[in-house]
Antibody, heavy 124, light 110 residues
Framework: EVQLLESGGGLVQPGGSLRLSCAASGFTFSSYAMSWVRQAPGKGLEWVSAISGSGGSTYYADSVKGRFTISRDNSKNTLYLQMNSLRAEDTAVYYC?????????????????WGQGTLVTVSS | QSVLTQPPSVSEAPRQRVTISCSGSSSNIGNNAVNWYQQLPGKAPKLLIYYDDLLPSGVSDRFSGSKSGTSASLAISGLQSEDEADYYCAAWDDSLNGRVFGGGTKLTVL
């Protein structure tokens, strides 16, 4: 059974940093691209970042480019999101999601499994 | 303002059929596949339809997807109370070089 478990969320002040983790199990982690998707309170979904199975290719939404860094440790079956220079508008539940297609980030590929999310609150 | 446009809400009676639209442009829906997600209250999103009209294993065949030009649609037939949820369309956008979502549609089963 595929499981994705996010952790690392919490309250952080504007300008601060936070690192999210997503522990994966139930599939060959290194064989699949992964993504982070967020949802502000009461709002819709927003794609944040994606990474290929090898970690060699990364993609970011304009809203987080230069502030967030996606990475993965395939030996630990774990996906990360390093968030720096956090702003109030980054407040959201952050979900990790598994790409259905495979090791490469395929633009049209759906996310077939999602974690339960971790809440990040940016406030003074 | 979302890149893909969905109606904020739709409602219909049980056992009826409802359609949710998703409008985009040539840089997203017009040139890339559309995926649909269902988000039950307080839960994580779930894949509902992928590559425009394919049904994932385990998803009821009461759900169907279609696409024409720069618009896509999700249809739900035989509405049940458990279908009450938020529904999101998503696609890759060639201009933004990233994945984009619709703003979501809240379905109410009357």
């Amino acid at each position: 059974e595929v499981q994705l478990l996010e952790s690392g969320g919490g309250l952080v002040q504007p300008g601060g940093s936070l690192r999210l983790s997503c522990a994966a199990s139930g599939f060959t982690f290194s064989s699949y691209a992964m993504s982070w998707v967020r949802q502000a309170p009461g709002k819709g979904l927003e794609w944040v970042s994606a990474i290929s199975g090898s970690g060699g290719s990364t993609y970011y939404a304009d809203s987080v480019k230069g502030r967030f860094t996606i990475s993965r440790d395939n030996s630990k079956n774990t996906l990360y999101l390093q968030m720096n220079s956090l702003r109030a508008e980054d407040t959201a539940v952050y979900y990790c999601a598994k790409d259905q297609a495979g090791i490469v980030v395929v633009p049209a590929a759906p996310w077939d499994y999602w974690g339960q999310g971790t809440l990040v609150t940016v406030s003074s | 303002q979302s890149v893909l446009t969905q109606p904020p809400s739709v409602s219909e009676a049980p056992r009826q059929r409802v359609t949710i639209s998703c409008s985009g442009s040539s840089s997203n829906i017009g040139n890339n596949a559309v995926n649909w997600y269902q988000q039950l209250p307080g839960k994580a999103p779930k894949l509902l339809i992928y590559y425009d009209d394919l049904l994932p294993s385990g998803v009821s065949d009461r759900f169907s997807g279609s696409k024409s030009g720069t618009s896509a649609s999700l249809a739900i037939s035989g509405l049940q109370s458990e279908d009450e949820a938020d529904y999101y369309c998503a696609a890759w956008d060639d201009s933004l070089n990233g994945r984009v979502f619709g703003g979501g549609t809240k379905l109410t089963v009357l």
